[in-house]
């Protein structure tokens, strides 16, 4: 995956730098980062999870290391510099995946070496453990790997259950209901991060009308363009 | 011969990089808002896609042998290098399309549908050849999905939408019927 990361100013206090991942700067949610292995992984609660745990684990081990060298590490080529150190506990992450939980392992496939270009790891590395102390990047870490681990789940379970009918493989859903296949297959996917993104939208724009006090108007339609057609093909790329 | 096809088939249409393996999602969203240039980034890609695949090959047969755990990170120090030339070739060649692209063009080697392609590759034990048919048809897929995700968006520009769908909750919406309608190719071919 691939997006600049966005500049986010350093909040003051460390119980800040936790928690701001998890919710107010969520990582897939509010900065739209991560979406392969987020939509690739979550048609199961378990493989959400072990997703979540898996990146958080690269992503704190690297912030460690990035953050207590970032004195030494060259301005040039410090992106491959990061790369190199992220690729080097992803190895450790995906053999102990494969020992500890073989058949997640199987089923998430190639997506776990997916986690080397995931844009939230190589992102918090650069805004955040490049420039700070080892303790306030590894609280970073830990609030980013959460709040990834947040929106994976917040996407797996629904599937999960919509479409299989079950949690974490035990049935909950009555007898009498019919799995939703399409929300376990790709399309669902894409679905269910749409929903998540329409629901995190409303949230900002009630906020954005109850600063202003405002009255709330979500659904609101945007006035289009008013250009006529013939103009509207005759407009220079 | 026919294998080679239905690999070609299969990566381009029944398994789309984009739309079934979720691979290489920034890009739709940032480089979409014109068909042009989502088709153009496509274009560019393939190409490292191809000589990615063939690196790779290159790699798991005469240098990783024995050392499979160095398989990711050899795969993405060889990708950035071959990014960096093709960079330095088209800033050479079109200066125009170098700015086009912008900043797109160097995180093409922080991409996963390159990194995705090797380990694919990898993984089913492709031959050169097959790895080769593999990326121009994973290529050509994602080109396809940049440009049909872009003209759709270039048309919405002017249709009335609710504040809450605007951005990349909007351009989800577009995927998911789209990859619904990928989904009809669904085990056609050597998936």
Redesign the interface.
């Known amino acids: 995956?691939?997006?600049?990361p966005k500049a986010t100013a350093t909040p003051a206090t460390s119980g800040a730098v936790l928690t701001r991942g998890l919710w107010h700067e969520n990582p897939v949610l509010v900065q739209?980062l991560g979406?392969?292995s987020a939509?690739?992984v979550t048609n199961a609660v378990a493989n959400s999870l072990a997703m979540g745990l898996a990146t958080t684990f690269v992503l704190v081990s690297s912030s460690i290391i990035v953050s207590s060298m970032r004195k030494y590490i060259p301005y040039e080529i410090r992106i491959?510099t990061y790369?190199?150190i992220i690729?080097?506990f992803?190895?450790v992450a995906?053999?102990a995946l494969e020992a500890l939980v073989p058949e997640v392992h199987k089923a998430m496939?190639?997506y776990i070496?997916?986690i080397?270009?995931?844009?939230i790891v190589?992102g918090r590395q650069e805004a955040f453990a490049s420039r700070n102390s080892v303790k306030l990047s590894i609280l970073d870490g830990l609030g980013n790997g959460f709040g990834f681990t947040i929106a994976l789940l917040l996407m797996g379970i629904p599937r999960e259950v919509l479409g299989n009918g079950t949690f974490l493989g035990y049935h909950v859903m009555p007898r009498a209901f019919e799995p939703w296949v399409?929300m376990m297959?790709?399309?669902g996917?894409?679905?269910m991060?749409?929903i998540l993104?329409?629901l995190?939208?409303?949230h900002d724009?009630k906020k954005i009308a109850r600063d202003a006090g405002a009255e709330l108007?979500?659904?609101?339609?945007?006035?289009?363009?008013?250009?006529p057609e013939r103009e509207?093909e005759a407009v220079p790329? | 011969m026919s294998d080679l096809f239905w690999i070609f088939v299969s990566a381009a249409i029944v398994t789309n990089f984009v739309l079934v393996y979720f691979l290489g999602l920034c890009p739709v969203i940032g480089v979409t808002n014109k068909s042009v240039t989502g088709l153009r980034l496509g274009l560019a890609t393939t190409f490292v896609m191809v000589l990615a695949s063939l690196a790779a090959w290159v790699l798991n047969t005469f240098v990783l042998g024995n050392a499979p755990y160095l398989r990711v990170i050899a795969f993405i120090v060889a990708i950035a290098s071959i990014v960096q030339i093709v960079e330095m070739f088209i800033k050479k060649v079109s200066p125009g399309l170098y700015r086009e692209l912008g900043i797109f063009l160097p995180l093409i080697a922080s991409n996963s549908q390159v990194l995705g392609l090797t380990i694919f590759q990898t993984n089913r034990g492709y031959s050169l050849p097959e790895g080769l048919m593999f990326a121009i048809g994973g290529g050509i897929g994602i080109t396809a999905v940049l440009a049909i995700v872009g003209n759709v968006r270039e048309r919405l520009e002017f249709a009335p939408i609710p504040a809450i769908a605007r951005g990349p909750a909007l351009v989800f919406m577009i995927v998911a019927a789209l990859s619904l309608v990928f989904m009809g190719f669904a085990g056609m071919g050597t998936a």
Request: charged letters at 5%; one cysteine or more.
């Open positions: 995956m691939s997006m600049a739209t979406l392969c939509l690739a491959t790369i190199l690729g080097t992803l190895a995906d053999m496939g190639p070496a997916l080397v270009t995931n844009c190589l399409v297959l790709p399309p996917g894409f679905l991060i749409g993104l329409l995190a939208n409303w724009l108007k979500p659904v609101s339609i945007v006035k289009p363009a008013t250009m509207r790329a």
